[in-house]
């Protein structure tokens, strides 16, 4: 079984930044992909950034490339999202997940999720 528990959500100026942490729990972290994926009041999960096993393949959303950045260190059992210049239209509840086949931008294949952690931008 594997747990995914996020943290560093908070309250941010626009134009600031954020690092979001997912601690995974479980002994075969190394052989799981990882995304970030994040959802708004009234709206759909949608993607957000993935990392595959080896950190090696990093796959962003349009909305977010150039500011947001994915990592993971698998001797610590870590994820991480740093989010840099955000932007109004990013406040959300962002969730890690992680899925033990190639991962990428559908949520479907993502067999283990965390509980979130929210993240509000203000102007």
């Known amino acids: 079984q594997v747990q995914l528990v996020e943290s560093g959500g908070g309250l941010v100026q626009a134009g600031g930044s954020l690092r979001l942490s997912c601690i995974v729990s479980?002994?075969?972290?190394?052989?799981?992909?990882m995304g970030w994926f994040r959802q708004a009041p009234g709206e759909e999960r949608e993607f957000v950034a993935s990392?595959?096993?080896?950190?090696?393949?990093?796959n962003y959303a349009d909305s977010v490339k150039d500011r947001f950045t994915i990592s993971r260190d698998n001797a610590k059992n870590t994820g991480a999202l740093q989010m840099n210049s955000l932007k109004p239209e990013d406040p959300a509840v962002y969730f890690c997940a992680a899925d033990l086949g190639p991962g990428g931008a559908v949520s479907a294949l993502y067999e283990y999720w965390g509980r979130g952690t929210q993240v509000t931008v203000f102007s």
């Open positions: 990392i595959n096993w080896s950190g090696g393949r990093t």
């Open positions: 479980g002994r075969m972290f190394k052989n799981y992909a």
